[in-house]
């Protein structure tokens, strides 16, 4: 396991910008909270539900049926679409992080998602003539597939506009709108449907879904990923995990978003939980302050006592047991 550590994904002096934009986001949102609507739990439709934390001014709950974490009540679809379309901390990313990370993100996390994805098209006899992937962001995951020559086709849905120019101006086809909003012929249909950190944001997950499924072929490869509410960090740290915030409104496990899935007529391949910063991403947190594991010995000698030595097979297990809060769906269009 290649180790990947925080700070080259997310560099130190630049953070401190990042969290001015990202509470200013949350201002904005919170500006329209008396249209903020409940919902059911997003996976299973149950309301049977117990408070699990607030923060940032958002409630979040986990349904007692199949253990979803999810926001309740939360913005609307329209709230959200305005929402993202002026994101101050999505520019900023835009400017400022993403360029100065974009060869570690490159070399770390989108070289071997590239490999994942060809991988798993070899490995099921999936076509490679046609790839769409839903939120593409700075564009780095769809400039790589594109230099791969390998499919014949890449083009990126992103509805923001800052991310979606940057794309452009790196020769990628991208459509400037959200994937429900889209319609494509029989003809246009792809091959291979991919989103990488998308379905936790969105207001119906399964409306996402389906979606989906309508711009796939039939047999067509399906891939999510997004965090797991089970994962060791979110478990750990609860709602001083860093992936607890005001974006995101469902944190799914990798049963409650299989069985959704399935539910929308695709058959489940793989499910797979292959982060590798879960270990780091609590470790920072003790050494910072923010969490007290005075009376977690176990954590005490793992993550700081003999933390050179247990880094890398610590979190190797982690992920090997499905208990990385970075999840990952397999599926195909049946």
Known sequence: MQQLKETEIRPKNLMDGQRIAMLTDVGRLLGRRKEFVDVVCPACNSNQRQKAFE????????????????????????????????????????KHIFPASEEKRRERIFVPRVDAILKYCEKYSVKTDSLLEVGAAFGTFCSEMKSRNIFKK?????????????????????????????????????????NFEVIEHLFSPKDFIVQCKKVLKKGGLFVVTCPNGKGFDITVLGQESIAIDHEHLNYFNPKSLSDLISSCGFEVLETETPGRLDAELVRNKILSGEFDITSQPFLKQVLIENW???????????AENGLSSNMWIIAKSV
């Open 308 to 318: 050179d030595t247990l880094q890398i097979p610590f979190q190797k297990f982690i």
């Open 154 to 194: 890449v083009i990126g849905v992103e509805p923001t506009p800052d991310l979606a120019q940057t794309c452009r101006e790196k020769g990628i086809e991208i459509i400037e709108k959200t994937i429900e909003q889209i319609e494509f012929l029989d003809e246009e249909k792809f091959d291979v449907v991919v």
């Open 55 to 94: 923060k940032y001014g958002m409630e979040y709950y986990q349904c007692k049926k199949c253990d979803t974490i999810y926001i309740t009540p939360r913005p609307t679809e329209e709230v959200l679409n305005w929402f993202y379309k002026y994101s101050v901390n999505y520019a900023y990313w835009n």
